[in-house]
Each structure stands twice: as C-alpha cells, then as structure tokens.
C-alpha cells in the first residue's frame, strides 16, 4: 500500500522469488552441513591414514568453495533484490525490527568466507590439528548464520506474542525456533551427504570412491532419521490454522507434498542401495538424481513453509498482499484507494470502475495470482463466475478460503473489483441487472412499502434518467441529504438493490426486474454465488446421477465431511432447496426447477393450504381482475388491511411469489 507494485502479470512476483530462493537455500545448507562433512571426511582420512582419501577431500573442499562462496553469494544477493521489489513492506518491516540480527549475520557470513578460502588454501600445508580447527571455525561460523536467520524468517510462520509487542527477543526465540533450527540442520547434513556422494562419483580411484560413497551414504541416512522427529515437533509448533494448511486444508501443500516425500524416499533408497549395499553402483547419473531428490525435499519445505502462513506474508501482522492485519477496519471505512499511495484513481465511479478494479487487483490481488499466466491464474480460476457472483465472492472470499486475505475496502471497491475481472479480463457483461433480479422483494413492491406514500413511480423516471445504478444506490443511503423529509432508506441491502434495479427500470424498461423470474433466486444462482469458484455444474452431474433430492439435501449440510477443504452449505434453507433443485436437476433436466412450477410446491397446493378454507378458486379470478403479480404479491403481505378477518401470507417469500403468479394466472382463465 504504500510502495509501487512491480507488475509482472503473466508470471507474478512470487513464482520469481520461489526459482531463487529454493536455489538458494539449497546450496546455503549445503553450506552448513558440507563444512561439518568436510571436517569429519579429512578426520576419516587422517585416521585411516590416506593421501588417497584426503585428495578426495580436497577435490571436495574446491568445488564446495566455488558453488558456495560464488553461486551461494549471487543467489543471496539476488533473494533481497527480488524480495524488495516483489515484497518490499515485509522486507522493509522485517528489516527494522531485526535489524541486530541481519547485522550480527553478516559478522558471521564474513567470518565464513575467510574460514573458506583459508581452509582450502592451506590444505596439506598446515598441520592436521591447525587445519582441523580452521574447519570447526567455518562450520560454527555457517551454523551461526542459520542459527540468526532462522530465527528472523521464523517469526513470519509462529510470531507468537511478537505479533502483539513487536519484541526483538520475543520473536526470534518464536515458537518454532528450535524445531526449526534442529530440522534445517538435519536436511542441511542431509544435503551435504548428497554432494559428496556426488563428488565421490568422479573418484576414478575405485576404492576412495566406494570408502566415499558409503561414508555419504550413512550421512544421508542418519540425518534423515533425525530429521522425522524434529519435522514432527516442528508441526506441532505451527499456530493452529498453519497446522490445519499443512494437514491438508490447503491445496497448494497437498499438490506439492508429494514430491518432498518422493524426493525423500528416492534420497533413502539410492542412499541404501546404491551407498550402503552396492556403492559400487555409484555413477554421476545417479548422484544426479539424488540431487534431485534432495532438493525436492528442500524445496517442499520451503514451499509448504511460505503457503502454511497464508493469508499473510507475516503471519498474524501482514497479509500477503502487504497490508497489515491492523489496518484492515480503517480501509474497509475510509477505502483502500483513498488511503493508497501509489494508484492513479483514489475513489470509483462509473467513469473510471475498470480502471480502478484494475488498480484494486494489482495491490490486493496480483501477489498471489497472475493473468492468463501459468501460476494460480485468476482467468482460470474465475471463469465460471459472473460479475454477480465475483461481487458477493470478494465480500466473503477470506470466509470461503481462509487462505486468501480479506477483500479490504468498500463495497463500492469491492464491485469495481469484480466488474474488472468480469468485464476486462473475463470479457462478460457487467450487468448491474443481474443483481436487482433476486431477492425476497419485486422492485415494484419495495417501492410501493417504502415509497409510493409520497411518490408516484413514473413521476420519478426524468430524475433518474441517465443516472447510473450504483449512484441510484448511493443516493438511497443518502436521501436525506437530498431533502429534510426524507430518511435514507431504512429496508435491508437485498431491498436496497432490488428497489435500485427498479428505479434504473423505469428508464430502462428491459432491465425490468419480474419477480416471476426469479423468486428469490435460481438454483443456478445459488451454485454461482456457492459453488462456482471450485466447481462447474456439468462435471458434478455424474456426482449426483441417481442421488436422491433428499439425499442432495442432506448432503449438503454435511459438505465438510466429503472433503476437508469444503464447508457445509451456508445460505438459507430456501436456498438449499433452491440448489438441490438444481444439482438434481443436473441429471433430470426434465425435471428443471422452474420455481414458477414447482420449487417446493406448487401455486395450486398454496391456494389450497393458506386460502381455500374461505375462497373459491372460481370467484379469485374476478377479484384479481387489473392485478399484476407486483400487485398481488405486495397484497399477500398486507391482507389483514383489506381484512380484519385476514392475517399476511404466513409462508416464505418463494412461496408468495408462486402463490402471486398463480393468483395473476387466474384472472387469465389459466392455473
């Protein structure tokens, strides 16, 4: 929010920084583990008293120095340079507050690098001892380095009390420290294990290559059996929602986990069969792939890591796309554009909504999802949404994944949000009408309660007239600045919008909003506003051939016990009746649930039900007469003022819509 957005829409900023950092990490814990295998590798070769064995080790000690000190240091260089651009509020908070920390790293990477370069410069030529000791100082040195950055990048996924008094202290010894400093240190022993073996696969001498390669190999093995327990502790430090990610709430975790434990098990079984029981199967092929593997452990690490905080980039302090948790009720009241620094358009308006949906994607939305790119691809993923259902999905999207953060800003930000990814990136209508044909209430009847005591609806049309609708809505909220006899309109948001569809109508004659068509909603509605983010209706069809519409129903209120990443249905039970009309209908499309025919029961079974006690059908026909269903259905709510006798329509608004369309078909001779 308050710095610019490097703006790569097809491949985003965090793919770029996954690339380096995993590189990165990689070969920086091989830095650590592979000074700790140095030390014991020459200690073996002094013991066994081999020229042979320590000229491995020398070998060794070269390439460890040029991939560490020159790949290490340009990847490292090239983590805080992606970092600040991709990410430059956390980067910048992180800084600040641990800025000792960051200083007393770099004493000990400076520390590192002499003890490196000395250590390979002086091999044979200083004594044993000497020598020796100059590799406990690199290692101690290295181990140090992790020893402070793990502490500094681990408050981002267990901050614990940090998140609240933002104490130095207090958030490096964060909750996960320790399990996390034993585990990096286990994997970077791991890591270490694997380069020699690698190395050891260039040995010509067959001897010094097998003593090698069985030596890596029981490396390899005791550090990953290490490595079980303190990954175990580790997971039992994550706050719970980290914990809940992990354990499969997230599907980011759930597709990548695969390949740690592949990566894993194939680490284990060349480390076993190709270093314990034949090493003399060794060949650079293989250490290739036990690379390979070793790195898809190190990178589902890191990657299950950075999803395990979502929403936020800090956990608990800052979401993901820079803003802090404690911002979040100022911008939902004051708005996001007007409190941003780095946007062109600080309010919306009919002139500018795409332009400002776009701003709105680029800083809430673009640090997790591309366009039409290869990585959590927005296109894709809202393709089957329409402007309507984009609306109420940004509203309530933290509620519906809880590992995305909360849409931040007002609802008129929230609709400039959908209308771009709608109609800019998705190319559909944004269609304002759509909205206004739902709800328990016609326009024409919200407009009769609440406005016809004053106002005729066609004296209104010429002031209205090319007003937009979400202006019209605004005003609502704001009548009473237009006069002093007026109070802003008091009904809910539903009526609001349908009472805003209505007066846009009255210019607009073919954006008429009949309540026939849709009684409170379609069950194809109920599936876009629900379901659509995840599922398109089609392929759910085979899900529901020969499942019962009870059995629809019921299922629906358990949704949570199908699968972990699903909640149960959350609308209203006509709404739940509405969607498994629908998803029933899926496989019996003769059975479609055209709620003017039947959607619980029909307009004749209401009649017979609510009104045939004292009324004959014959006779309604005639009494409805210069009714319309507005008419009507307005008057089914008001009969105890036609009656002293009568009491309103007791049933559910779908109920008195279809009533209402069966009492106009009457007067038409139909039923």
């Given at each position: 929010m308050?710095?610019?957005?490097?703006?790569?829409?097809?491949?985003?900023?965090?793919?770029?920084?996954?690339?380096i950092?995993?590189?990165?990490?990689?070969?920086?814990?091989?830095?650590?583990?592979?000074?700790?295998?140095?030390?014991?590798?020459?200690k073996?070769?002094?013991?066994?008293?081999?020229?042979?064995?320590?000229?491995?080790?020398?070998?060794?000690?070269?390439?460890?120095?040029?991939?560490?000190?020159?790949?290490?240091?340009?990847?490292?260089?090239?983590?805080?340079?992606?970092?600040?651009?991709?990410?430059?509020?956390?980067?910048?908070?992180?800084?600040?507050?641990f800025?000792?920390?960051?200083?007393?790293?770099?004493?000990?990477?400076?520390?590192?690098?002499?003890?490196?370069?000395?250590?390979?410069?002086?091999?044979?030529?200083?004594?044993?001892?000497?020598?020796?000791?100059v590799?406990?100082?690199?290692?101690?040195?290295?181990?140090?380095?992790?020893?402070?950055?793990?502490?500094?990048?681990?408050?981002?996924?267990?901050p614990?009390?940090?998140?609240?008094?933002?104490?130095?202290?207090?958030?490096?010894?964060?909750?996960?420290?320790?399990?996390?400093?034993f585990?990096?240190?286990?994997?970077?022993?791991m890591?270490?294990?694997?380069?020699?073996?690698?190395?050891?696969?260039?040995?010509?001498?067959?001897?010094?290559?097998?003593?090698?390669?069985?030596?890596?190999?029981?490396?390899?093995?005791?550090?990953?059996?290490l490595?079980?327990?303190?990954?175990?502790w580790?997971?039992?430090?994550?706050?719970?929602?980290?914990?809940n990610?992990?354990?499969?709430?997230?599907?980011?975790?759930?597709?990548?986990?695969?390949?740690?434990?592949?990566?894993?098990?194939?680490?284990?079984?060349?480390?076993?069969?190709?270093?314990?029981?034949?090493?003399?199967?060794?060949?650079?092929?293989?250490?290739?792939?036990?690379?390979?593997?070793?790195?898809?452990?190190?990178?589902?690490?890191?990657?299950?890591?950075?999803?395990?905080?979502?929403?936020?980039?800090?956990?608990?302090v800052?979401?993901?796309?820079?803003?802090?948790?404690?911002d979040?009720?100022q911008?939902?009241?004051?708005?996001?554009?007007?409190?941003?620094?780095?946007?062109?358009?600080?309010?919306?308006?009919?002139?500018?909504?795409?332009?400002?949906?776009?701003e709105?994607?680029?800083?809430q939305?673009?640090?997790?999802?591309?366009?039409?790119?290869?990585?959590?691809?927005?296109?894709?993923?809202?393709?089957?949404?329409?402007?309507r259902?984009?609306?109420?999905?940004?509203d309530?999207?933290?509620q519906?994944?809880?590992?995305?953060p909360?849409?931040?800003?007002?609802?008129?930000?929230?609709?400039?949000?959908?209308?771009?990814?709608?109609?800019?990136?998705?190319?559909?209508?944004?269609?304002?009408?759509?909205?206004?044909?739902?709800?328990?209430?016609?326009?024409?009847?919200v407009?009769?309660?609440?406005c016809?005591?004053?106002?005729v609806?066609?004296?209104?049309?010429?002031?209205?007239?090319?007003?937009?609708?979400?202006?019209?809505?605004?005003?609502?909220?704001?009548?009473?600045?237009?006069?002093?006899?007026?109070?802003?309109?008091?009904?809910?948001?539903e009526?609001?919008?349908?009472?805003?569809?209505?007066?846009?109508?009255?210019?607009?004659?073919?954006?008429?909003?009949?309540?026939?068509?849709?009684?409170?909603?379609?069950?194809?509605?109920?599936?876009?506003?629900?379901?659509?983010?995840?599922?398109?209706?089609?392929?759910?069809?085979?899900?529901?051939?020969?499942?019962?519409?009870?059995?629809?129903?019921?299922?629906?209120?358990?949704?949570?016990e199908?699968?972990?990443?699903?909640?149960?249905?959350s609308?209203?039970?006509?709404?739940?009746e509405?969607?498994?009309?629908?998803?029933?209908?899926?496989?019996?499309?003769?059975?479609?649930?055209?709620?003017?025919?039947t959607?619980?029961?029909?307009?004749?079974?209401?009649?017979?039900?609510?009104?045939?006690?004292?009324?004959?059908?014959?006779?309604?026909g005639?009494?409805?007469?210069?009714?319309?269903?507005?008419?009507?259905?307005t008057?089914?709510?008001?009969?105890?003022?036609?009656?002293?006798?009568?009491?309103?329509?007791?049933?559910t608004?779908?109920?008195?819509?279809?009533?209402?369309?069966?009492?106009?078909?009457?007067?038409?001779?139909?039923?």
């Amino acid at each position: 929010m308050n710095y610019p957005v490097w703006y790569l829409p097809e491949t985003g900023g965090g793919i770029l920084i996954a690339l380096i950092a995993v590189l990165h990490v990689f070969v920086s814990h091989f830095a650590v583990g592979g000074g700790l295998y140095l030390i014991y590798a020459e200690k073996k070769g002094l013991a066994e008293n081999s020229p042979a064995i320590l000229g491995f080790v020398k070998k060794h000690a070269r390439f460890f120095l040029l991939l560490t000190m020159v790949f290490g240091s340009i990847t490292g260089v090239g983590i805080w340079f992606i970092i600040a651009l991709v990410n430059p509020a956390a980067t910048s908070l992180l800084i600040h507050n641990f800025v000792f920390g960051w200083a007393a790293e770099w004493v000990f990477f400076v520390v590192e690098i002499a003890a490196a370069f000395v250590y390979f410069y002086t091999f044979g030529r200083m004594d044993s001892a000497t020598h020796i000791k100059v590799g406990w100082i690199y290692f101690i040195a290295a181990w140090m380095s992790l020893f402070l950055i793990n502490g500094i990048i681990g408050v981002m996924l267990t901050p614990g009390m940090w998140a609240e008094n933002m104490d130095f202290w207090v958030g490096f010894f964060n909750p996960s420290f320790f399990p996390s400093l034993f585990f990096r240190t286990f994997i970077a022993v791991m890591i270490a294990a694997c380069y020699g073996y690698y190395s050891a696969s260039f040995e010509k001498d067959q001897d010094v290559r097998e003593s090698m390669t069985r030596f890596s190999a029981k490396w390899a093995i005791v550090s990953m059996v290490l490595m079980i327990p303190s990954a175990l502790w580790y997971l039992a430090a994550l706050p719970e929602a980290a914990h809940n990610m992990v354990m499969g709430k997230s599907p980011t975790i759930a597709g990548m986990l695969p390949w740690g434990l592949i990566g894993l098990v194939g680490v284990l079984v060349i480390m076993l069969a190709g270093g314990i029981y034949r090493p003399r199967f060794n060949s650079k092929p293989v250490a290739v792939v036990s690379l390979f593997c070793a790195l898809a452990v190190m990178g589902t690490f890191e990657w299950i890591r950075e999803a395990a905080r979502r929403p936020y980039v800090i956990n608990e302090v800052m979401y993901s796309n820079s803003i802090l948790k404690k911002d979040a009720e100022q911008l939902n009241t004051d708005g996001y554009l007007q409190t941003a620094l780095w946007v062109e358009n600080k309010a919306v308006g009919t002139d500018n909504i795409l332009a400002a949906g776009e701003e709105l994607f680029i800083h809430q939305c673009y640090a997790c999802h591309t366009v039409n790119g290869f990585n959590n691809d927005i296109v894709k993923a809202s393709q089957n949404m329409s402007f309507r259902a984009l609306t109420k999905y940004i509203d309530q999207i933290h509620q519906k994944r809880y590992f995305m953060p909360p849409f931040m800003g007002t609802d008129q930000e929230a609709k400039a949000l959908a209308a771009y990814i709608a109609g800019s990136l998705l190319g559909k209508e944004i269609a304002e009408d759509s909205v206004t044909t739902q709800g328990a209430f016609a326009g024409a009847a919200v407009f009769e309660e609440h406005c016809s005591a004053c106002h005729v609806a066609e004296d209104l049309a010429p002031a209205f007239d090319g007003v937009a609708f979400e202006e019209i809505s605004l005003m609502l909220g704001t009548l009473n600045e237009l006069s002093d006899e007026m109070e802003p309109f008091a009904g809910s948001d539903e009526e609001k919008e349908m009472l805003t569809g209505y007066l846009d109508s009255l210019n607009n004659p073919d954006d008429s909003q009949g309540i026939s068509e849709t009684p409170q909603m379609g069950g194809e509605l109920v599936f876009e506003d629900h379901c659509s983010a995840c599922h398109v209706a089609e392929d759910l069809a085979p899900a529901f051939d020969g499942v019962a519409s009870d059995e629809i129903l019921v299922m629906l209120g358990t949704l949570n016990e199908l699968s972990d990443e699903m909640e149960p249905f959350s609308g209203s039970d006509e709404e739940k009746e509405m969607l498994t009309g629908y998803l029933d209908s899926l496989n019996n499309p003769d059975e479609s649930q055209d709620t003017s025919e039947t959607v619980e029961v029909s307009g004749e079974l209401l009649f017979e039900d609510h009104c045939s006690s004292c009324h004959e059908i014959q006779a309604m026909g005639k009494i409805m007469t210069g009714q319309g269903k507005t008419e009507i259905f307005t008057m089914l709510g008001k009969l105890n003022e036609l009656s002293d006798e009568m009491e309103p329509f007791s049933g559910t608004a779908t109920e008195q819509e279809i009533l209402a369309e069966y009492l106009e078909n009457l007067k038409r001779g139909g039923q």
